[in-house]
């Protein structure tokens, strides 16, 4: 298994594999467990300085299709598939000070397992850069590894928080330089994949000194309406409120984002996250660039696994070791970012006719 060991942001990893910021990471006993189980890291569910309350319902959804009735539902009907998460769930509940002993008591029990605290804190005021320096110095004090400040919660009520924010390049520095001014560990930025200037937002975070972007979180959306109740899968009072798609259905469109970042920032570090089930799903987002992988939804949907993917885990590290001997690999560096050079412009994609004019009608 050294094989599966890999250098990420500085940081030796056993494997790739960690547990992304989500219910899977959301205390020491879930966290314990994973790391227990093979994990080779997690990001802790996020933490902040506000205290936060959860809608008075289910805070997670997983939605199905099948063959034979191929419409998407939470509904459970025989022989279905998953097909996504949705979930409108907030940061941790559990305050800083509940955090902190935990923190230490898990990086003591498995120093070798990476430990990054995700973090959040407002902006547009000093007094929010220093809540972010207070959880960043608080979270390194009693061991974590590096951070990963949360730019990203499709699902803010304020708008100085998460999405709200993450493509606003002048915080992203704003954010990391109060960070970076307190703390010498890899800090991690985890942004929205929902903008049209990502590549600007990863610019930024880079220059500003981030050890790596992490993405995708999950995908603003709306849970369905059942055509025959006219209630939605999941609300409170008959009202629901933007959430977060995740899992298999957003996998094409994680690969996109991944692979713009990586191919405008070829020589910068990412943290793929978005529909990884298995082995397939991880090997595409290593080509397209990805040193690291994050799971949710799958560890999540793990029967019998108390949410941390224990199956899961040893599937991923046996099927990467398998396909590692099998041609011949030392470690994920050798095929990491291969597909780079095969994404090209539309224009430059073979068509039928040699008379291709772009579709446009060329000018006299």
């Given at each position: 298994m050294d094989k599966l060991k890999t250098t990420f942001t500085g940081l030796e990893f056993v494997n790739p594999f960690i547990l992304a910021s989500a219910p899977p990471t959301e205390n020491k006993r879930k966290i314990l467990k994973a790391f227990e189980a093979g994990w080779g890291g997690v990001v802790t569910k996020t933490?902040?300085?506000?205290?936060?309350?959860?809608?008075?319902?289910?805070?997670?959804?997983?939605?199905?299709?099948?063959?034979?009735?191929?419409?998407?539902?939470?509904?459970?009907?025989?022989?279905?598939?998953?097909?996504?998460?949705?979930?409108?769930?907030?940061?941790?509940d559990q305050v800083l000070d509940q955090w902190l002993p935990d923190l230490k008591e898990i990086k003591e029990t498995y120093p070798d397992r990476m430990l990054i605290a995700s973090i959040m804190a407002g902006a547009g005021s000093e007094e929010e850069m220093k809540n972010w320096q207070k959880l960043a110095t608080s979270c390194?004090?009693?061991?974590?590894?590096?951070?990963?400040?949360?730019?990203?919660?499709?699902?803010?009520?304020?708008?100085?928080?998460g999405a709200n924010v993450a493509n606003d390049e002048d915080i992203i520095r704003q954010i990391l330089a109060a960070v970076l001014a307190v703390v010498d560990v890899p800090v991690w930025v985890k942004l929205t994949p929902s903008t049209s200037t990502l590549t600007d937002a990863a610019h930024a975070a880079y220059d500003a000194g981030a050890a790596a972007i992490s993405l995708c979180n999950t995908f603003p959306s709306l849970p369905l309406m059942d055509p025959e109740t006219l209630k939605f899968e999941v609300e409170v009072d008959g009202l629901v409120t933007s959430g977060g798609q995740g899992g298999l259905a957003i996998l094409n469109q994680a690969l996109q984002r991944?692979?713009?970042?990586?191919?405008?920032?070829?020589?910068?570090?990412?943290?793929?996250?978005?529909?990884?089930?298995?082995?397939?799903?991880?090997?595409?987002f290593i080509v397209h660039g990805a040193g690291n992988l994050q799971i949710c939804t799958a560890a999540m949907e793990e029967k019998g696994s108390g949410g941390v993917g224990v199956k899961l885990i040893q599937e991923l590290k046996e099927d990467l070791a398998d396909y590692l001997d099998r041609h011949g690999h030392e470690s994920i560096e050798a095929f990491r970012g291969i597909a780079r050079e095969r994404i090209v412009q539309?224009?430059?994609?073979?068509?039928k006719s040699d008379d291709y004019n772009g579709g446009y009608a060329k000018s006299a």
């Open positions: 933490i902040g300085l506000h205290p936060v309350e959860n809608v008075a319902g289910p805070k997670t959804i997983y939605q199905r299709t099948s063959e034979q009735k191929p419409y998407v539902s939470r509904n459970k009907r025989p022989e279905t598939m998953s097909h996504s998460s949705w979930n409108w769930e907030l940061i941790s390194v004090d009693v061991g974590c590894d590096a951070l990963e400040l949360n730019l990203s919660c499709p699902h803010m009520d304020r708008k100085d928080m991944v692979s713009d970042i990586s191919r405008a920032c070829p020589d910068k570090e990412i943290s793929g996250i978005g529909g990884i089930k298995g082995f397939r799903e991880a090997f595409n539309p224009s430059q994609i073979r068509r």
